[in-house]
């Protein structure tokens, strides 16, 4: 469930249930809070990027000394032209920037300002919004782009989203959320982008009649395909929740009749989205719904590690938790099988709706997670 966030063009992040990074869960599979005071330790630094020499190049397959090398599919051949990188764009637009810059007098402002406003995290687009979204996603793609990093793109506008809850909102309906996406895919530019699609959008989808749910994974599976067409550099992921929501092979099942087995919509899955479940315990999850899930070599799964270093909290608490901790810094380089990134979705810092009203940044929040 995504708590509704607020929209900034930027790392705006959507918060209620699922919070800007969405909190991927649902019920009691939603996050769990602790209240224990958090030690100020040092986060993990991303891995450099590999060099030149170092880094491997992609392949499509041994060559036959006599003969055509063997022709990939044209899903294969974008995944093959992504290069592997460990660079995440920072977008300077985001409310924990605009709070450290006008408090430069407050104690907390040092931690906040090196833990959390200067880590990448994704850019919301949480708002419907179709004469501005083209214009919004091609300034974070080519604000990216001009750096030689890789901004992560959260489209979070599908109808009836959260069911109604603290991030409901979203399309008018399916025809026009199909619009509005055809105008998002307009301003992916050509440069490497993470799209995580649509939050608690599948996993939470029980609550749908069965044909307003079919239509709406026909809807996801489009957008998919629009997407990569659109980009194909751009890496496409879908909703798997969390591993304290469905079994794996549910939530495969789901998936599948989304689109996210097929390599002409889909890179994989993400998890954990404004949660706080383990990376290992998400790390074994994603796995086990990628077995279940039986899709094309190559699919993998990126986690929401922003709030997750402390764990979920034993009393299933999701909104706004007392005791967590950032967790992994971002990083599209975890030595992980099948993993392929950790990044910060939920931006840390902003609410969930209880702190605040669902997006607004709040100091004390941001500061008990970054101490």
């Not at 995440?88 to 605009?98: A, F, I």
């Not at 982008?193 to 608690?200: A, H, S």
């Not at 496409?236 to 092979?249: E, I, L, Q, R």
């Not at 910060?344 to 997670?369: M, R």
Request: charged share 20%; glycine share 12%; aromatic share 6%.
């Amino acid at each position: 469930m995504v708590a509704a966030a607020s929209v900034v063009v930027a790392v705006g992040t959507v918060t209620g249930m699922m919070s800007a990074a969405g909190e991927g869960g649902g019920s009691d599979e939603a996050r769990p809070r602790v209240t224990s005071a958090p030690r100020l330790e040092p986060l993990p630094a991303p891995s450099p990027p590999p060099s030149a020499a170092g880094s491997a190049s992609p392949t499509t397959g041994p060559e036959k000394k006599a003969g055509p090398k063997p022709s990939a599919s044209g899903a294969e051949r974008r995944r093959q032209a992504v290069p592997a990188s460990t660079r995440l764009y920072r977008h300077p637009e985001s409310r924990v920037l605009d709070w450290v810059r006008g408090n430069p007098g407050d104690p907390r402002r040092a931690v906040i300002e090196s833990r959390i406003a200067g880590r990448p995290a994704a850019v919301w687009f949480a708002d419907y919004s179709p004469d501005s979204i083209t214009a919004r996603v091609r300034a974070v793609a080519s604000g990216g782009a001009a750096r030689g990093q890789v901004p992560v793109l959260v489209p979070y506008a599908i109808p009836d989203r959260d069911c109604g809850g603290h991030s409901g909102g979203g399309a008018p309906d399916l025809a026009a959320y199909d619009a509005w996406i055809d105008r998002f895919a307009a301003g992916l530019g050509g440069g490497e982008v993470v799209v995580v699609l649509e939050p608690d959008s599948i996993a939470q989808s029980d609550c749908l009649p069965a044909g307003r749910r079919a239509d709406r994974f026909t809807s996801l599976a489009r957008a998919g395909r629009v997407l990569k067409d659109a980009n194909p550099r751009a890496r496409v992921y879908f909703d798997a929740g969390h591993s304290g929501w469905h079994a794996p092979a549910k939530q495969a099942s789901l998936l599948r009749q989304a689109g996210a087995a097929s390599a002409d919509s889909s890179d994989g899955v993400f998890s954990n989205v404004s949660n706080f479940h383990g990376t290992a315990d998400e790390m074994a999850y994603d796995r086990a719904v990628l077995d279940a899930l039986a899709g094309p070599p190559g699919l993998g799964a990126v986690i929401d590690t922003s709030r997750n270093g402390n764990g979920a909290p034993s009393d299933g608490e999701w909104c706004d938790p007392a005791g967590r901790k950032l967790g992994r810094a971002p990083s599209l380089s975890t030595g992980e099988s099948r993993i392929d990134a950790y990044l910060w979705v939920k931006l840390p810092g902003e609410s969930d709706g209880c702190e605040g009203e669902p997006g607004a940044f709040s100091p004390s929040y941001a500061y008990d997670l970054a101490r």
